[in-house]
């Protein structure tokens, strides 16, 4: 898959009803996506699937769910109103503002070593990776402050969106927190943030939950919802935007007993993404190298996806230490501890944090099923999602669309409801029907014609093979269920 890709599948995702641009009557709001009546159904069946996995089918997980607006100290005890800044730069010919580590990594080879060169004056460090010698040059640069500007330009930085070198501004910082105010009067006495992370709410929440719950060490607590971030770079369609759905899952743990649960979860998570379908070759465990971690980690492993635009990641696994739980007892009235029984003592437990974006997930989901076939010289555009996450499940096609063919298809599809989604579709020829349901995910397909109405047989057609069986219509949920279970 080519990285114009991604074009044809925010055209997919338009033409069948999975993501529409926000605001589009007005002419669209940039990265800002509407999820439509396909795309909310397997957005939906994936955060049940991770519900499931990290909540349902355990013992040792609660969940919760925090309101999105908190006290802005907590803000100020987390370190995102001091730390949770980008670095950005501004092309002062073309007005264009980046975000300084994507501007670097979009540029050639020959441009960031002179750039390595002008700032190590030839003597440069070791770098473990690409990722970790572009972070190094970011740092480098913020610290520079007065004569940042003048480097990027002289070393050649180009302007992506004119391909001209840029004449740039020095970096700057700019802290990604959505601001907002409470009540009538709009002073810094009202301010308000969005929730840049769902963590937090667990954090704040930690001794309701764990006294309520009468969970014991080890345990986690998760919840998914929205997070805002003004992010400087947007951009590949859903990967980063600045408003997303978060699943996250705090695991409390003995200090000592981190790295162990560090490892547990990466692989756990990696696993998680694989039993979503998605081709395994292409997910990976990456660990963070020292310059990357953020400012509450010690340790941090991402899952990354190969995607159209390079591997990226999709989710964060991070040793937090105590680091939260520590910031809040230190600004907050009310102190958080947990009473560990063995050590008959009061302690702060550790966390261990594992950290998806649900779009992000959605986004790879769809790149991972997209296929372009050619049958019969003409082009198949399908996608091949787990059954258990198509929008639909089953299609049912009468081939007339009148009269009792209808009627028996009708019938059928309140069947197959009683456990799957089901969706009747009357229009158009049959190959037409069968096009639009495999552009839409839908594993399976039954056809209703005038046999049906002799001996009470349907066909059903598998969306991948595109073969056809003849079963009888009191079996069909018996079909659907063996075919799902044998995916
Ligand atoms: N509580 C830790 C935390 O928020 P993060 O690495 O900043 O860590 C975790 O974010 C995950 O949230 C990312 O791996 C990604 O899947 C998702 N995410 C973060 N920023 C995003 C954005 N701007 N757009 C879409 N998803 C985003």
Known sequence: MDIKSIDK?????????????????????????????????????????????????????????????????????????ENFNDPLVDNKDTKKRYRLDHLLEGQKPEVVESLTNAIFKDNPPEFASEEDHIVILTQHL?????????????????????GAVGNWTNPRQFNLMFQTHIGPTQDSSSIAYLRPETAQGIFVNFANVQITSRQKLPFGIAQMGKSFRNEITTGNFLFRTREFEQMELEFFVHLEDTKKWLEYWSNERLEWFKSLGITPEKLRLRAHGGDELAHYSSACYDVEYQFPFGWSELEGIADRGTFDLDQHNAHADKKQSYFDPQQNKHIVPAVVESSAGVDRAFLTVLVDAYREEEVNGEKRVLLKLAPKLAPITCAVFPLMNKGEQVEKAELLVKEVRREFSGFIDTGGSIGKRYRRQDEAGTPYGITVDHQTMEDDTVTIRDRDTMEQERISIDSILDQLRSRISAT
């Open 142 to 162: 913020n610290d520079l402050g007065e004569t940042g500007g003048s480097l990027l330009k002289d070393s050649g930085v180009r302007d992506p969106h004119s």
């Open 9 to 81: 599948i925010v055209s997919l995702c338009k033409r069948r009803g999975f993501i529409f641009q926000s605001s589009e009557v007005y002419g669209g709001l940039a990265s800002t996506w509407d999820y439509g009546h396909l795309g909310v159904e397997l957005k939906r069946k994936l955060k049940n699937e991770w519900w499931q996995n990290i909540v349902t089918s355990r013992d040792n997980v609660v969940g919760m769910d925090a309101a999105i607006l908190m006290h802005p100290k907590v803000w100020e005890a987390s370190g995102h109103v």
